[in-house]
């Protein structure tokens, strides 16, 4: 079973209703919040729409840090500005995440409603991605073991991989790691080094680059991204501008644009924007985004 913490300020909307929310939805992964200044009550909004959608659980409440940083973690997700700014070192490394979402504390129950949905469409996906692709092997420290038999380490593999190694006989050949299934004895995650070895030349290879073209059309701007580019990560990118979750395109750009759509398969994307904006505008834009430079 992985654990996610849901880290956000008050903890009183937001990481509520992703812990609700990933607790009712993700299989094999459980999900506790907190706030780095709790509020100490959850919002009775947040609690209303969670009853509504059947997946309140009584045992939710807002609660500190204190209470939880001893507790062990696959991974952090931080749902506010301040909460990614503040967050506190934690006893053991612990890889973090931020996706930032609307507060609707204070706000109209239509403001929960919403972030409710862009928690349920973006982050849980993304979550997933992050614990069931590349499982215990992304978490692990650079001084963690890879290869339990000849005690070779994930940063010794991974300096293999980034001077050109992307293969199980070529980081043999760079590094003392056996590359076989007999380490699965050692490993307490019981799981063979080839098969970690095989998640981290797919993490680190040179060649996980995305490139992208930006080119002016008679309709507007069409982008195409090639290479290591997933097409949700697209869909995200174009939900968090019409969401109002991103702050990369100004507001005089976003009026420009009548329609966006996004074609294609993972490794060749098209992002078509309908409307009177220039390529200049969209070069901006992207070079600020942060789905796609994290």
């Known amino acids: 079973m992985k654990k996610v913490l849901i880290l956000c300020t008050g903890n009183s909307c937001r990481s509520i209703i992703a812990e609700a929310?990933?607790?009712?939805?993700?299989?094999?992964?459980?999900?506790?919040?907190?706030?780095?200044?709790?509020?100490?009550?959850?919002?009775?909004?947040?609690?209303?729409?969670?009853?509504?959608?059947?997946?309140?659980?009584?045992?939710?409440?807002?609660?500190?840090?204190?209470?939880?940083?001893?507790?062990d973690y696959n991974l952090i997700v931080t749902v506010c500005d301040h909460a990614k700014e503040t967050c506190p070192m934690f006893p053991k490394p612990i890889k973090t995440i931020h996706m930032s979402f609307e507060d609707p504390d204070g706000k109209g129950y239509n403001t929960f409603e919403k972030t409710y949905t862009a928690i349920e469409q973006m982050l849980l996906p993304a979550i997933e991605k992050v614990l069931k692709c590349f499982d215990d092997v992304a978490i692990l420290n650079d001084n963690d073991?890879?290869?339990?038999?000849?005690?070779?380490?994930?940063?010794?593999?991974?300096?293999?991989?980034?001077?050109?190694a992307t293969t199980l006989k070529e980081v043999k050949e760079h590094t003392t790691a056996c590359t076989g299934n007999t380490?699965?004895?050692k490993n307490p995650n019981k799981r063979c080094c080839s098969q970690e070895i095989n998640q981290l030349i797919k993490q680190y290879s040179k060649g996980n680059i995305m490139n992208k073209?930006?080119?002016?059309?008679?309709?507007?701007?069409?982008?195409?991204?090639?290479?290591?580019?997933?097409?949700?990560?697209i869909i995200n990118m174009v939900q968090n501008c019409q969401n109002g979750q991103c702050e990369c395109m100004s507001e005089e750009t976003k009026q420009k644009i009548t329609n966006m759509e996004v074609k294609g398969i993972d490794g060749d994307v098209a992002l078509e924007?309908?409307?009177?904006?220039?390529?200049?505008?969209?070069?901006?834009?992207?070079?600020?985004?942060?789905?796609?430079?994290?």
């Open 273 to 294: 924007l309908s409307g009177n904006v220039s390529k200049e505008e969209i070069e901006a834009a992207l070079a600020k985004s942060k789905v796609l430079n994290s």
């Open 183 to 185: 380490c699965k004895k």
């Open 213 to 233: 073209n930006v080119l002016q059309t008679n309709n507007g701007v069409k982008i195409s991204f090639t290479g290591a580019v997933e097409k949700q990560n």
């Open 145 to 164: 073991l890879i290869c339990y038999c000849m005690e070779v380490s994930k940063q010794t593999i991974v300096e293999a991989i980034q001077n050109g």
């Open 21 to 71: 929310l990933i607790n009712a939805n993700l299989e094999g992964i459980k999900a506790e919040s907190s706030g780095v200044r709790s509020s100490g009550r959850v919002n009775p909004n947040a609690k209303k729409l969670l009853k509504e959608k059947g997946i309140w659980c009584n045992t939710y409440h807002s609660k500190t840090l204190d209470a939880v940083i001893e507790n």
